[in-house]
């Protein structure tokens, strides 16, 4: 239709009468001014989409660019030139000697340790807990449920005096046992709240066909739920790694010797003796971050997809 009304437009220009002209103007008017406005307005909306998203990626680069900017340059040109300016010099010796003063490889090693003993024991608890409120009828189902969902109110804060009191008792107090029973209570709710979700969306039919086939119910939680839970479980596992690895409050309370803190707690202390040393500061916030970046971009497909699945209604 366009096509035709611009051949007729060119025919009135090239010699046709003045009515012939008005006449194609009036058809190319009329057979555009729909489709017209809504490109433009689709267009007017993309661009102001995509200046909305730079904007906000700038907005959260920003912080990390100063400290990028500030770790791999001199004290002296940091104070001359300030955080903005690039490096007259890349001093890489800023990242060995935070190593070395803030002693990150204890501290590492505390937190490795913790994210391998607590992440993958509560993911397997929580999925325990979320296959018979997402695959089970019984009694009682969606009140449990929502009793689990309590949790995710229920504030940090006012639980750290009756925690530091519960490990003392235990006789953990001080050492990295005491942070694996309250990390795994509190991931619990969301990791219970996302794993039912993923749970329900996998076809019951084939948890039927194992039982017919004689697997437990066990067996089918193994076999089938977890091996096709591997988008969730993955997401769970970024999620809850990362929230492991930057946790501080409940270690700062609960962990008294320096041979067990984890990173975020030496970086605080790390912080309190070198407040000063902006270059070699930044460079333990880098070293600090590193491990968890790593395993988010190694993981990351699978974070969408983990997450959003469990949002699909029956």
């Not at 300030?82 to 000697?97: C, D, I, M, T, Y």
């Amino acid at each position: 239709m366009e096509n035709n009304n611009l051949l007729q437009l060119f025919l009135g220009v090239i010699g046709s009468p003045p009515s012939a002209l008005c006449h194609g103007l009036r058809s190319l008017y009329h057979g555009s001014q729909i489709t017209l406005p809504m490109r433009l307005r689709l267009s007017a909306s993309t661009l102001l989409l995509y200046a909305v998203l730079v904007l906000l990626s700038l907005l959260w680069l920003v912080p990390f660019v100063m400290i990028l900017l500030t770790a791999v340059r001199a004290q002296g040109d940091l104070i001359s030139n300030g955080v903005f300016a690039l490096p007259e010099k890349f001093v890489w010796s800023n990242f060995g000697r935070a190593w070395e003063l803030g002693r990150f490889s204890n501290y590492f090693r505390n937190s490795a340790l913790l994210i391998i003993m607590k992440v993958p024991l509560g993911i397997f608890v929580s999925a325990l807990a979320a296959y018979p409120l997402a695959k089970m009828n019984f009694r009682l189902r969606s009140l449990i449920f929502i009793f689990f969902l309590i949790g995710l109110a229920i504030p940090v804060h006012v639980t750290l005096v009756p925690l530091l009191t519960m490990m003392k008792q235990l006789g953990i107090a001080g050492n990295l046992l005491a942070l694996l029973p309250p990390y795994v209570v509190f991931g619990l709710p969301f990791q219970i709240f996302v794993l039912r979700g993923f749970f329900r969306t996998i076809p019951s039919e084939l948890l039927e066909a194992a039982r017919l086939d004689g697997a437990s119910e066990l067996g089918i939680f193994l076999r089938i739920m977890l091996p096709l839970s591997l988008p969730a479980l993955a997401t769970l596992f970024i999620i809850d790694a990362l929230a492991t690895w930057n946790e501080l409050l409940i270690a700062l309370v609960l962990i008294s010797a320096d041979a067990w803190r984890t990173v975020p707690v030496g970086l605080l202390q790390f912080q309190g003796q070198f407040s000063s040393r902006f270059t070699e500061l930044m460079a333990g916030v880098l070293i600090s971050i590193l491990p968890i970046v790593l395993i988010y971009i190694f993981l990351q497909r699978y974070m969408v997809s983990g997450l959003t699945a469990g949002a699909l209604k029956e």
